[in-house]
């Protein structure tokens, strides 16, 4: 979505309701960075002023309440955002080698995102036994091993043998065979398995394997998938022959257009180069969930007791522009306010959500801030 990481640091603050940046008359100064003191204020003069090229943040500001609350001020480190992948591999007979390739790698490239602080699960809805199902033969069914997978392939080939390598909570493998032409049908048929095991506020990845292209339209998966899943956002990666070459049944034009529509990346199955695919599909994971738009909840000092109706967020972009960011109830109602945030659970929060648009709005900025305040009523999103 993004490839620009915030250089923010995360300030969980127990402080004042009121704070240095009200102006004396007690309204607080807009999002904006300050002109240089020797720029005219002359409306007649000539412009002479000029921009250093970094972001500057004019977002508008809603006043917190003027009374002051003293406190404490605790440094924390935003959280980095999970990533869900659901990957669809192709069983038809054309794709017996890109299977081995995807059974082979799939424990590195989970790996390789752990690595990197992500929690990450991982979903392979592709056939798990050799052996018929209904007129279509599989001959090279997919068994993960561990320590992604349970571990349990041993017994694999045998005929008619499931491979019990499912390893919650952290991978399911839905057994279901895929043909060349339906891997989008398949997807939202399945959600009843794969929707419940992914997390909510993860991001959610779709890595598509095929060496054909889709009867259904691009358009098909994504009206689709609102459906199914309103309050989230699909990122659609493709792993398809980009050129009609020799391991090609088609070129996988429209898994390539959804890949576009998404925000995914597309590696060419023409190059049988799986280790180059799935560095790709790391990198891309990657960077999805390098967003500091995650938060802990602060702990009160000892003796304080914390109340979730009493906390505010406040983003100071570094430059002398600062948003305060207005409290939704959940990540449903972000696209009704400009800017907002929310808790994972408002019952018992432990984790702050900043919403999507205002994720990107606070991206960029040089020495920003992002502060948790305690102790003061929470104002709403206007």
Avoid at 217 to 242: C, K, L, W
Wanted: net charge negative; proline share 7%.
């Amino acid at each position: 979505m993004r490839a620009t990481q915030i250089a923010c640091a995360a300030v969980l603050a127990l402080a004042a309701c009121g704070d240095t940046r009200e102006n004396p008359d007690g309204v607080l100064t807009t999002a904006t960075t300050q002109p240089d003191p020797t720029t005219t204020t002359d409306p007649t003069a000539a412009d002479t002023s000029t921009t250093t090229g970094e972001p500057v943040l004019d977002l508008g500001v809603a006043d917190l309440p003027s009374e002051e609350c003293a406190g404490m001020a605790f440094d924390a480190e935003a959280k980095l955002r999970g990533a869900d992948v659901v990957i669809v591999v192709d069983n038809s007979s054309s794709m017996n080698f890109e299977m081995a390739e995807v059974q082979s790698r799939l424990n590195d490239f989970a790996q390789a995102i752990s690595d990197d602080g992500i929690e990450v699960r991982v979903v392979l809805l592709t056939a798990a036994a050799m052996g018929y199902y209904n007129n279509d033969w599989v001959a090279t069914p997919i068994c993960i091993d561990a320590p992604l997978g349970s571990g349990s392939c041993s017994s694999m080939p045998a005929q008619g043998t499931v491979a019990d390598d499912s390893n919650q909570p952290d991978f399911l493998h839905i057994d279901h065979y895929v043909n060349s032409y339906n891997s989008l049908p398949v997807i939202i048929e399945q959600h009843d398995n794969w929707g419940p095991f992914t997390d909510s506020n993860a991001a959610l990845h779709f890595v598509i394997v095929s060496d054909d292209d889709s009867l259904q339209p691009a358009g098909y998966f994504t009206s689709n998938f609102q459906m199914i899943e309103p309050d989230r956002a699909a990122i659609v990666h493709a792993v398809v022959p980009t050129t009609d070459c020799p391991e090609a049944s088609k070129i996988g034009e429209q898994y390539i257009q959804l890949a576009e529509l998404t925000g995914g990346v597309v590696g060419d199955l023409c190059d049988q180069d799986f280790v180059g695919v799935f560095q790709v599909l790391v990198n891309a994971v990657q960077q999805e969930s390098n967003l500091p738009c995650q938060f802990d909840v602060p702990v009160p000092p000892d003796g304080q007791d914390f109340d979730p109706a009493q906390v505010n967020v406040e983003f100071d972009d570094g430059q002398g522009g600062s948003l305060d960011i207005g409290y939704v109830d959940a990540a449903a109602d972000c696209a009704n306010v400009e800017h907002g945030w929310y808790y994972d659970d408002p019952a018992a929060p432990t984790t702050i959500f900043v919403c999507p648009q205002t994720c990107d709005a606070i991206q960029g900025f040089v020495g920003a801030q992002v502060q948790v305040v305690l102790g003061c009523a929470t104002i709403p999103a206007g």
